[in-house]
């Protein structure tokens, strides 16, 4: 299983931006989809968004449609999380996942029985 390392978290305001990087220590990451997950306080952690490993399409929650943007630098084995327009409800550990296997559809992803591997998470904090 890949290793992967978030950075990026932070504080900030609400209306504020935050880009979250994971880097995986896999060499095979190239045939990885990957995604992001979150978990608040008192809450289950949920999908958030993901990347196919193929051609970039990309898969996200209602609630960050618009605001948030999933990207992957293979040749740098990174995924990012472009995250605009921050809300307080989006305060939460943010988790960078790959799935189990290879070649993985992402649309599959935001079930987390898929996941395989899992980031130690970042926090994300937006002030109102």
């Known amino acids: 299983q890949a290793q992967l390392v978030e950075s990026g978290g932070g504080l900030v305001q609400a209306g504020g931006s935050l880009r979250l990087s994971c880097a995986a220590t896999?060499?095979?990451?190239?045939?990885?989809?990957m995604g992001w997950f979150r978990q608040a306080p008192g809450k289950e952690r949920e999908f958030v968004a993901a990347?196919?490993?193929?051609?970039?399409?990309?898969h996200y929650r209602d609630s960050v449609k618009g605001r948030f943007t999933i990207s992957r630098d293979n040749p740098k084995n990174t995924v990012y999380l472009q995250m605009n327009s921050l809300k307080p409800e989006d305060t939460a550990v943010y988790y960078c996942?790959?799935?189990?296997?290879?070649?993985?559809?992402?649309?599959?992803?935001?079930?987390?029985?898929?996941?395989?591997?899992w980031g130690q998470g970042t926090q994300v904090t937006v002030s109102s």
């Open positions: 996942a790959a799935p189990n296997q290879p070649y993985s559809d992402y649309r599959r992803m935001n079930d987390a029985t898929t996941i395989g591997s």
């Open positions: 896999d060499h095979t990451f190239n045939f990885y989809s």
């Open positions: 990347i196919s490993w193929i051609n970039g399409l990309t």
